[in-house]
């Protein structure tokens, strides 16, 4: 279904009378974490099979009312999205590419057999909220505020059917490193043991269900010393971390990142590869094997490896241990170097020769 233009929501804004003050809000942007405090609102638009999208409101945050029969409760009928706000140094507020995460969340609709919400409404949805929540958007070095939109199946019925009445929320973290400790290189666990998804399954879509399956070998990487997980196809190829796509680097120039169907496509990702490109180095985007990986950490190709994602931007991958063994993997610069020119593009230091930035609070 091709997104044609749509007309503007009208919101009903309420707002929340029990707000934090800005002595409160100001304690929590000082060191706020991720994905722990919330701002002060949320978005939510109805959708229903005879009327479309409805009721757009925008209301204090706060629990959600559900019916314990609610499809989503039982058979996971859930997408969701992550998107930043970035401050700028002259105080305005930009977000990053929203028309790709849009784009994505209809990806996922169609795959969950969800509606699909128009990029239009998603973008009002993300100014609704700046408009209501602008001083929660933080200024402090690699601050940002973290959107989280995100649609489930609310109708109460147990029959298994896609369901006819879905919510559309948005709620919003200011947020710091998604890392305790910043940018340093992390450590992955090779769960041969799990799949994170599969052939025609859910993995190009961005559903709790793939984090769900994920959550037992993320914690099998914690006992094993590592930092984060990351997973193979069944043909032994590599696919992504639970949260972050994964990018190699190669001695001559190349830069190379897993292509599947049951990838999730990774906006950082693809604009970190825009960016490589335009330095005129040469991307690919294919199937790569663990073996290719290893092979070409030991004999010194692979001169890089890194993982990137909304929330975590760009980390390096510092070592690979799996089974009966432990790899460190080589540092370079180029994941740093290219982490900065983007974030530099987010915060407005640098020219957005893409245009990819989208102004929010005007
Ligand atoms: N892969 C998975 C499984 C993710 O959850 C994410 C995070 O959103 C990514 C990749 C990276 O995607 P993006 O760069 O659009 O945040
Ligand atoms: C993001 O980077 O936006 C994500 O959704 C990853 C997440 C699991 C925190």
Excluded at 176 to 200: C, D
Aim: charged share 25%.
């Amino acid at each position: 279904m091709t997104d044609t233009a749509t007309a503007p929501l009208t919101f009903a804004v309420t707002r929340n009378l029990a707000a934090k003050n800005p002595a409160q809000r100001e304690a929590i942007l000082q060191d706020p974490g991720f994905g722990t405090n919330f701002t002060d609102h949320m978005v939510d638009i109805c959708w229903s099979e005879g009327g479309g999208w409805h009721r757009p409101r925008v209301q204090p945050y706060g629990p959600i009312p559900l019916d314990p029969a609610a499809a989503v409760l039982h058979y996971g009928q859930e997408i969701f999205e992550g998107i930043k706000a970035y401050r700028h140094a002259d105080g305005s507020v930009h977000t990053f590419r929203p028309d790709r995460n849009a784009a994505r969340l209809r990806n996922s609709a169609r795959r969950l057999a969800l509606p699909e919400l128009p990029t239009e409404h998603f973008i009002q949805s993300l100014r609704e909220l700046v408009a209501v929540d602008l001083d929660w958007v933080p200024s402090g070095a690699d601050q940002s505020l973290y959107f989280r939109p995100f649609m489930f199946a609310k109708e109460a019925f147990l029959g298994v059917r896609p369901a006819k009445k879905v919510a559309y929320y948005l709620i919003a973290c200011p947020a710091g490193s998604y890392f305790a400790g910043g940018v340093k290189p992390v450590s992955i666990w090779l769960s041969e043991n799990y799949a994170r998804a599969g052939k025609g399954g859910t993995g190009a879509a961005k559903t709790g269900g793939n984090y769900a399956s994920s959550l037992l070998p993320q914690a099998e990487a914690y006992e094993k010393g590592c930092d984060q997980v990351v997973f193979l196809d069944q043909d032994g190829n590599v696919e992504e971390l639970g949260g972050m796509n994964v990018v190699f680097v190669f001695k001559d120039g190349r830069v190379v990142t897993p292509e599947s169907d049951s990838i999730l496509e990774g906006i950082t990702r693809d604009s970190l590869l825009q960016l490589a490109e335009d330095r005129g180095l040469t991307v690919e985007r294919r199937a790569v094997s663990l073996q290719e990986w290893r092979d070409g950490v030991a004999n010194g190709d692979i001169t890089e490896v890194f993982a990137c994602g909304t929330a975590a931007v760009v980390t390096p991958i510092g070592a690979l241990k799996g089974e009966g063994f432990e790899e460190a993997q080589p540092q370079g610069d180029l994941a740093l170097s290219l982490r900065e020119e983007l974030t530099d593009i987010q915060y407005g230091r640098r020219e957005d020769k893409h245009g990819w930035l989208v102004r929010l609070d005007a």
